[in-house]
């Protein structure tokens, strides 16, 4: 699957985005890196949280934004660590499951979006992958209307834990028919969600959505998920 054109998608440009450190651990301020991309007449933003041990270079996410960017809606890729986190990361394997640490700093940036002259009009989304998946569902918990539509891919909805029931962001999960454990996870989460949601099973899919097609449904199931219910401010 590769990326629609980003001339026909709006011009990618980066950003760095402020967020605070730990709760009682530090007040300092640290940078994310991000790639926003504002299509012409966009009627939202979507705001991407990377699975483990990811960062805004995943190849499958870039490929489901620039099918959200057609339907009309932007997009923010960006790195939940910072590089140094991401290096003590790739050796302890602590910090991407650090939900709540993950979804304090999407909560963040999508204060940052709601503040930015080109991208405070858009009404916001997450779309959460893996440990992603969890992270969006706690903030969407954490912010409430504010966020206007959650999509989680092959996500861990069950280290939300007591959140899940908070969440009243309208909520679809997405999961590979051959993606096991996570897809048991999944259907105990739809069980327990109080918001409007929907839980899709791609036939044949595994975990990591490889098959032929099966991102390609992923990428349209989301940006028909958010083209409904994203609207201006």
Known sequence: MKNPSEEDAGQTRQVRIPVGGDPGASTRTVMLEGDLTVPPRSTGIVLFAHGSGSGRHSPRNRCVAGVIREAGIATL?????????????????????DIELLAR????????????PGTQRLGIGYFGASTG??????????????????????????LAGGRLESVRSPTLLIVGERDGTVLE???????????????KII????????????????????ADWFRCHLRPR
Request: contains cysteine.
């Open 77 to 97: 890729l960006f790195d939940l660590l910072t590089r140094d986190e991401e290096t003590e990361d790739n050796v302890t394997r602590r910090l991407r499951f």
């Open 105 to 116: 700093r999407l909560v963040q940036a999508g204060r940052w979006t709601a503040s930015q």
């Open 133 to 158: 998946g969890a992270a969006a569902l706690v903030a969407a918990a954490e912010t409430g209307a504010a966020i206007e539509a959650v999509v989680s891919r092959g996500g861990r909805p069950d």
């Open 185 to 199: 996870l999944n259907r105990a989460a739809y069980a327990r969600l109080r918001c409007e949601n929907e839980l």
């Open 203 to 222: 036939p044949r899919a595994t975990h990591l959505f490889e098959e032929p097609g099966a991102l390609e449904e992923v990428a349209r199931l989301a």
